[in-house]
């Protein structure tokens, strides 16, 4: 059974840092795109950060400069380093993977497995 599990949420001050892991199972993901969404109370899912591959990266305009993805193909994990955390940044995240494509995509739809979420909550 795949599974992916986020952990390194909670509760930070603004200005604060945070590292999200997820870690797979069931399945190896070092030939797939891995991505982060998060999902705040009343809103839509968004697109956070995303990783090919091969390790190109690309990030929605809202976290650029502060969060960085990244991965480790030994340990099956993906990782979402946050500095300068804010308020707004204040969500559920989530890990996911595209195994159809090893191209990164924006896109909720384009994945295929889902984490259970982890809450990030960012105190003014």
């Known amino acids: 059974q795949v599974q992916l599990v986020e952990s390194g949420g909670g509760l930070v001050q603004a200005g604060g840092s945070l590292r999200l892991s997820c870690a797979a199972s069931?399945?190896?993901?070092?030939?797939?795109?891995m991505g982060w969404f998060r999902q705040a109370p009343g809103k839509e899912r968004e697109f956070v950060a995303a990783?090919?591959?091969?390790?190109?990266?690309y990030y929605a305009d809202s976290v650029k400069g502060r969060f960085t993805i990244s991965r480790d193909n030994a340990k099956n994990t993906v990782y979402l380093q946050m500095n300068s955390l804010k308020p707004e940044d204040t969500a559920v995240y989530y890990c996911?993977?595209?195994?159809?494509?090893?191209?990164?995509?924006?896109?909720?739809?384009?994945?295929?497995?889902w984490g259970q979420g982890t809450q990030v909550t960012v105190s003014s």
């Open positions: 996911a993977a595209d195994v159809s494509s090893p191209r990164i995509s924006t896109a909720v739809g384009r994945y295929d497995y």
């Open positions: 069931g399945r190896t993901f070092s030939s797939d795109a």
């Open positions: 990783i090919s591959w091969i390790g190109i990266t």
